[in-house]
């Protein structure tokens, strides 16, 4: 058994003399390769052709891998400096919001120093299909509001009229709602700029269109489409000067006498957030009597 293991041995290790002693002639004989080490590459080509392509393939994973993270590094970058300059752009609409709230507030008070107007927040809608009112923060409990007063913003558009006083809320009525008039300038702020007067009020069929009617004009008033109106300043419930709306179109009567004109409210209504109460004048002696003002209430509680 011995012999047999050894003779094996022998053999194996002749063998493997043999084929380095080949691979070394050849080497050194034809100054290349030899045939053993080509025989051995050709074999081995495919191999190291594929190991070569995984490591490539490996290579550009990584690479790509890499690029990706950089990318999403570089995006998250991005992402905080666009919120930053969105917030800061936010707070300088909201600063420069604030500051033309405040200008129109200041200009409106110098236009109207002999009045005196408490701020109010809008806090709902109340109206129906047949009314058109909100109700404010504002009542006889934390302010001076009464009945009748005006509501207008800090630009001096008129909003509409105090209609009911709570005691830590208001409702108002619109210049839409049909309980609502004003007398009225158009074209001018004055009677001598203006090109007459008429009466503006609430109309049942044009509120749903948003719109008002402009009556009792006169037939030698100028009026078309575009002209602007506001209050006259008759009656002592609203300051002259503020403005209404403008005008939509100019009908005639069904009657074939005068016309009237449908009216757009300068401001848009669904969109209030906050409105002054117009609390007059403080010279008493300037103050008509309630029953020769436009709007007052009557004996059932509604205003005229």
Known sequence: MKALINRKTIIIASASFLIALIAFV??????????????ANTV??????????????????????????????QNEELKNTVARMLYDYRE?????????????????????ERYSEVQASFTGWTGDNWTDTFTINRGYANSNI????GVATESGILIGQVLTVEATSSVIITVLDTRFSASVFIGGETLEDSDG???VKGDFTQMRNGLMILDFIDDSVVINQGSYIVTSGRGGIFPSGLTVGEVVRVYPHTSGIGRFATVRPSSPLDALSEVYIILGTDDVDDREDPRQQENVEDDDGQID
């Open 26 to 39: 050849s080497v050194n004989a034809f100054n290349n390769s030899g045939p053993v080490t080509g025989f």
């Open 44 to 73: 081995t080509r495919p191999i190291r052709s594929l190991a070569s392509s995984v490591a490539r393939t490996f290579g550009d994973i990584y690479s790509a891998i890499y690029r990706y993270e950089e990318l999403e590094r």
């Open 92 to 112: 300088a609409a909201e600063v420069a919001e604030e500051n033309d709230r405040l200008r129109s507030l200041l200009e409106f008070r110098m236009r109207h």
């Open 146 to 149: 009464a009945q009748g007063m």
């Open 197 to 199: 007067t008429a009466l």
